[in-house]
């Protein structure tokens, strides 16, 4: 940790850890990383163990790859992989600065260059650097959207170059092109924002199964006495896993009609108001439950926009990024600017959103029906 300045992984291990909400990981980490600047002990490892070291971190890589590819959406696995990949070579690092040699031989972390470069020389090189790079760029994978998130990391980045600056140029240069690369970097970083949220709506609706139709909030035409199947494609619509101990049966719903006209029912007046959001993909529906049913459903929407499948009473809802949320009296509620798939947490049990109270149309016999009731 010597070519490391003083307490600059400790900061950048916490910036991970705010970002990730890894706290403790990053607490951890930070007091072993800048603890080897106190604690003079060091230990003899040798070439085979740090290949067991270096096993083990395959496999817990291997490991975490597969459990996150068969538990988490498709679009999204990727980034939570990346997001903690620190903690997966973390062993490697903790165990290169507490040896007695501050550099490690790189054949021994790829199985294929212990193979093929058996007889090479070796070559050392010191994981520092390339751990705290990694470790930035894994907090800049948080799907919380932090506008101090930019601020923050400027600051470890001013603390990091500038103990490595070029003593020939003055400050003021130096802070010039340091200023010059911000500016650009922070027009990069939103603009690569950006086109994450494109791709993940694009992408997903390109590959997603178009027969499978968007609920419409106004209008829906049924099939009440013809032949025919009801479920047309063997696709899996969405999937729910409970958080809690959960009173069955579970009822979600998408939309709700009240007039019905011939095989058409229609939803009479069904003006749509915002939903309030409380930031960081929370929205709220002002209802307050001390100990709500808790779900998380992960489904998709098409063309970045959809109604969500909920329960009733719905008082909360949590980690889902849309760019709007609105939702009509009959309690269906609408998403705009939404990613492809969706993995958000449903807190229900309350009043939040529950079925409207009859009206005078709910009353209203039918005119053909009118003569029959009267006989």
């Given at each position: 940790?010597?070519?490391?300045?003083?307490?600059?992984?400790?900061?950048?291990?916490?910036?991970?850890g705010?970002?990730t909400?890894?706290?403790?990981?990053?607490?951890i980490?930070?007091?072993?990383?800048?603890?080897?600047?106190?604690?003079?002990?060091?230990?003899?490892?040798?070439?085979?163990?740090?290949?067991?070291?270096?096993?083990?971190?395959?496999?817990?890589?291997?490991?975490?790859?597969?459990?996150?590819?068969?538990?988490?959406?498709?679009?999204?696995?990727?980034?939570?992989?990346?997001?903690?990949?620190?903690?997966?070579?973390?062993?490697?690092?903790?165990?290169?600065?507490?040896s007695?040699?501050?550099?490690?031989?790189?054949?021994?972390?790829?199985?294929?260059?212990?193979?093929?470069?058996?007889?090479?020389?070796?070559?050392?090189?010191?994981?520092?650097?390339?751990?705290?790079?990694?470790?930035?760029?894994?907090?800049?994978?948080?799907?919380e959207?932090?506008?101090?998130?930019?601020?923050?990391?400027?600051?470890?980045?001013?603390?990091?170059?500038?103990?490595?600056?070029?003593?020939?140029?003055?400050?003021?240069?130096?802070?010039?092109?340091?200023?010059?690369?911000?500016?650009?970097?922070?027009?990069?970083?939103?603009?690569?924002?950006?086109?994450?949220?494109?791709?993940?709506?694009?992408?997903?609706?390109?590959?997603?199964?178009?027969?499978?139709?968007?609920?419409?909030?106004?209008?829906?035409?049924?099939?009440?006495?013809?032949?025919?199947?009801?479920?047309?494609?063997?696709?899996?619509?969405?999937?729910?896993?409970?958080?809690?101990?959960?009173?069955?049966?579970?009822?979600?719903?998408?939309?709700?009609?009240?007039?019905?006209?011939?095989?058409?029912?229609?939803?009479?007046?069904?003006?749509?108001?915002?939903?309030?959001?409380?930031?960081?993909?929370?929205?709220?529906?002002?209802?307050?439950?001390?100990?709500?049913?808790r779900?998380?459903?992960?489904?998709?929407?098409?063309?970045?926009?959809?109604?969500?499948?909920?329960p009733?009473?719905?008082v909360?809802?949590?980690?889902?990024?849309?760019?709007?949320?609105?939702?009509?009296?009959?309690?269906?509620?609408?998403?705009?600017?939404?990613?492809?798939?969706?993995?958000?947490?449903?807190?229900?049990?309350?009043?939040?959103?529950?079925?409207?109270?009859?009206?005078?149309?709910?009353?209203?016999?039918?005119?053909?029906?009118?003569?029959?009731?009267?006989?």
């Amino acid at each position: 940790m010597k070519t490391i300045p003083v307490n600059l992984m400790a900061a950048a291990l916490l910036l991970w850890g705010w970002q990730t909400g890894s706290w403790g990981f990053a607490i951890i980490l930070s007091i072993l990383a800048e603890g080897s600047r106190v604690i003079r002990t060091r230990f003899e490892i040798s070439i085979e163990h740090f290949k067991w070291i270096a096993d083990l971190c395959a496999v817990m890589m291997i490991s975490t790859t597969i459990y996150l590819f068969f538990n988490q959406a498709s679009d999204q696995f990727v980034y939570i992989l990346l997001r903690y990949l620190p903690l997966i070579v973390a062993p490697m690092f903790i165990a290169q600065i507490y040896s007695t040699s501050d550099k490690i031989d790189i054949r021994t972390i790829s199985m294929i260059s212990r193979r093929s470069r058996q007889n090479a020389k070796p070559m050392y090189v010191n994981l520092s650097y390339p751990f705290l790079a990694l470790v930035v760029i894994s907090a800049s994978f948080s799907p919380e959207k932090n506008l101090l998130f930019y601020p923050v990391f400027l600051l470890i980045a001013v603390y990091g170059f500038y103990s490595i600056r070029n003593r020939r140029y003055s400050l003021i240069i130096w802070g010039g092109y340091f200023l010059l690369l911000s500016s650009l970097g922070f027009a990069a970083h939103v603009g690569l924002n950006r086109l994450q949220l494109l791709l993940e709506r694009e992408g997903v609706e390109w590959f997603s199964n178009m027969n499978l139709g968007e609920s419409d909030p106004f209008r829906s035409v049924t099939a009440i006495g013809k032949v025919g199947e009801l479920k047309a494609s063997n696709r899996i619509a969405f999937r729910i896993r409970p958080e809690n101990p959960l009173q069955l049966p579970i009822l979600l719903r998408e939309a709700v009609y009240d007039r019905l006209y011939k095989n058409e029912w229609f939803a009479l007046h069904p003006e749509f108001t915002r939903v309030r959001h409380l930031g960081r993909d929370i929205w709220t529906f002002d209802i307050h439950l001390h100990d709500p049913q808790r779900i998380t459903i992960i489904s998709s929407f098409q063309n970045g926009k959809g109604l969500l499948k909920l329960p009733a009473g719905v008082v909360r809802i949590r980690n889902l990024p849309a760019e709007e949320m609105t939702r009509n009296r009959f309690g269906a509620v609408r998403v705009e600017g939404t990613p492809g798939y969706a993995e958000y947490l449903v807190e229900y049990g309350g009043t939040g959103i529950s079925d409207p109270p009859p009206s005078e149309r709910d009353l209203q016999i039918p005119e053909e029906q009118i003569e029959t009731k009267a006989s």
